[in-house]
């Protein structure tokens, strides 16, 4: 398990506490009520905090679940240095 | 609570979640808090949830908000029945919109009149709704944090008579808000240090979701915000080193003429710490000196009239040549304080070390004497260890008491025999008795959350809680100054509780350490019977591990050890023949 999936993780966790590692895993949007628009304001702040990303507003319209969100940092959407607030 | 005086670090969101998680404590008292703010509260409630639960992790904390972009209407509403502090968040938007990212109203030049207006108008509101609310519960009000937008037609580097005009009325209406009574301000000062302005405000999220505060700055507003509502108990004392801490150079080596603290001899920093400790000890902090010297050549040294620190600041001056841990136990016992109350400065940190070894609670500061940065921040340190809101007439007396006591108090029964009777009857006691609910003196909420060994049951109160329970009718509050021969001691006692059918239960009792064997409590306890008409009084008392000298009292005067609950007979207690010799008056507060 690499230590992007783990903080992301940590995040969405935080976010839906009733979510097992298996769910946050397989976490989309559109099949869970609880990812309304506050959960998306608060875990995109979240994410962009904890890797230093700075998450465009179009591009955030297609991040609505764990695995393309997950692909998104991976591509190198974030700071080099994780962990470090966005400025 | 669970934290002191530690640096702030801003909490991350995904923390602050967490904390959320947290289980709150089962059938614990509520705690509730408003937020007053007229930008969507988003994470800024969420910070201020976490951080308060930090705080007050006995309660059960809860935050609510109003509703978003009305700021006023949110202000007017308040229900302070069941509110215990509201936590009032004003932005530019606020005074007028076209202060704020969302509104696109004119920034022509000839609007400026009318949004200087608004302004004034609207903190003129501000000031009444404050007025008015803090007298049902505290109000800790941040005032805008944001920079102002480019509205004005100057360049950036020049300060516009707009800005200028903007900020003088919020100053102002800062200095009147500043003095009621129930109201906190946040320094702007502290924040700037904290939250540099250049990193709070969040275009994106302001334009996207209303909230225009970047996280750090939110979690850093929250933090100063939530210190305010209950601050920790200020530290009592420093007991600080003199060699190359007090001033630069070693008395034993330079001699008493050849020390230094200014700039000068490039021993400014010294100064400015001395200049530091008399700021400290005439808002009634006790100083002490423990030094490894020679008692002789430290008093020529103190002997120095350029001192910024005066001679009679410092109160013991404790110099021989043993560890400094036996200095401090000295001095402790002089002030008769816990060393948890008490800060020791040196610029050895093996010193430091040995200190801390004996007396883990009291808290060890490194003085930089080779870095002038580092000192800057110690004082801003120590500032905030002895921080009060308010000055009282006993922050005055209390060095003075305490070294009048060392030469005639303990002395002077001594003098008569060891009979306290014989001593106390030739001292001229004075007890002035307050049983003044309004206005409400602070001096008596702050012996209550300071007082450790004369407390019937530890029980602190946060402002709003001690409000509430004291505008009960049936509550009522004793608060006792003395003095005798020897000089005042201010208000040392304070007695809450409820009068019922003749029986008196005592809620609230603690009484200064300075005033102990002057049978000031059996006194008091004469004045409850008398002034109630009571046949008995209910102690709620419950041990902790520093009352120890409560116990010893109510066993002394129950005939039994004390439990929770336990009462005294005023047949039993006439049956004691407690000899009080005490003149006593009764003022009231206006």
Redesign the interface.
């Known amino acids: 398990m690499d230590d992007t999936q783990d903080r992301l993780i940590?995040?969405f966790s935080?976010?839906f506490?009733a979510l097992s590692r298996e769910q946050i895993i397989a976490a989309d949007a559109s099949k869970m009520e609880s990812w309304d628009s506050?959960a998306s304001?608060?875990l995109f702040?979240?994410i962009e905090?904890?890797f230093g990303a700075e998450i465009e507003?179009q591009d955030s319209v297609d991040l609505l679940s764990f695995r393309k969100i997950s692909e998104y940092l991976n591509a190198g959407n974030r700071s080099s240095a994780p962990g470090q607030?966005?400025? | 609570m669970r934290r002191g005086h530690q640096n702030i670090v801003?909490m991350?969101?995904?923390e602050a979640?967490?904390i959320l998680?947290e289980e709150q404590p089962v059938n614990a008292r509520s705690f509730r808090a408003r937020l007053v703010c007229g930008f969507t509260p988003?994470?800024l409630e969420?910070f201020f949830n976490a951080h308060l639960r930090s705080i007050f992790s006995d309660r059960n904390v809860e935050v609510t908000s109003g509703l978003y972009g009305d700021f006023w209407g949110n202000f007017e509403r308040l229900d302070t029945t069941n509110t215990d502090v509201a936590l009032v968040v004003l932005e530019w938007s606020d005074l007028d919109p076209r202060l704020g990212l969302r509104s696109l109203g004119s920034w022509a030049p000839s609007t400026f009149p009318e949004i200087i207006g608004n302004a004034k108008a609207r903190l003129s509101l501000l000031t009444n709704l404050a007025e008015r609310l803090s007298k049902d519960i505290p109000l800790v009000v941040s005032f805008p944090t944001l920079p102002l937008l480019p509205i004005s037609f100057s360049a950036g580097w020049q300060a516009s008579a707009f800005d200028l005009e903007l900020r003088a009325w919020i100053s102002s209406v800062a200095l009147k808000m500043v003095e009621i009574r129930n109201v906190k301000l946040v320094n702007s000062e502290r924040l700037n240090q904290l939250s540099p302005a250049a990193?709070r405000l969040d275009v994106?999220?302001e334009i996207?979701?209303g909230?225009p505060y970047?996280?750090?700055h939110a979690s850093t507003v929250a933090d100063l915000m939530s210190r305010l509502i209950i601050s920790a108990p200020p530290k009592k004392g420093i007991i600080t080193d003199l060699d190359d801490t007090l001033w630069n150079g070693i008395l034993g080596e330079v001699g008493a003429g050849n020390i230094s603290w200014d700039i000068e001899h490039d021993s400014q920093p010294h100064g400015l710490y001395q200049r530091l400790l008399h700021g400290l000890s005439e808002a009634g902090v006790l100083i002490a000196a423990a030094s490894k010297n020679d008692p002789q050549i430290v008093g020529e040294a103190l002997e120095r009239e350029d001192l910024v620190l005066p001679r009679s600041a410092l109160f013991p001056v404790d110099a021989h040549w043993g560890p400094k841990s036996e200095s401090v136990g000295r001095i402790l016992k002089t002030w008769n304080i816990g060393a948890d109350s008490v800060v020791f400065v040196d610029d050895s940190p093996m010193e430091l070390a040995e200190v801390s070894a004996n007396y883990p609670d009291v808290e060890c500061i490194l003085f930089p004497k080779n870095d002038p940065q580092a000192l800057v921040g110690l004082l801003f340190r120590l500032r905030d260890l002895f921080g009060k809101s308010v000055l009282s007439e006993e922050d005055a007396i209390r060095r003075e008491s305490i070294r009048s006591s060392q030469k005639n108090g303990a002395g002077g029964v001594e003098d008569h025999g060891g009979n306290l009777d014989e001593f106390l009857a030739q001292a001229d006691a004075e007890l002035t008795l307050n049983f003044s609910k309004e206005p409400l003196d602070p001096r008596a909420l702050e012996l209550v959350n300071k007082t450790n060994q004369f407390n019937l049951n530890a029980r602190r109160y946060a402002e709003a809680a001690w409000d509430a329970y004291l505008r009960q009718t049936e509550t009522f509050l004793m608060v006792v100054a003395y003095k005798d021969k020897y000089g005042p001691l201010g208000k040392i006692a304070v007695i809450a509780g409820r009068s019922l059918e003749k029986t008196v239960f005592v809620d609230v009792w603690v009484m200064s350490c300075r005033a102990f064997s002057r049978r000031i409590e059996d006194r008091c306890l004469q004045e409850l019977f008398a002034r109630f008409q009571a046949e008995k009084i209910v102690f709620d008392f419950k041990a902790t591990p520093k009352n120890g000298p409560t116990g010893e009292f109510l066993a002394r005067i129950c005939g039994a050890k004390p439990e929770p609950q336990c009462s005294l007979s005023k047949e039993q207690f006439l049956s004691l023949q407690i000899k009080t010799s005490h003149h006593v008056s009764e003022v009231s507060n206006g």
């Open positions: 940590r995040c935080a976010i506490p506050v304001v608060t702040a979240m905090e904890e507003v607030r966005a400025s | 801003p991350k969101l995904v979640f967490e998680r988003l994470h969420t990193n994106k999220s996207a979701s909230f970047k996280l750090a």
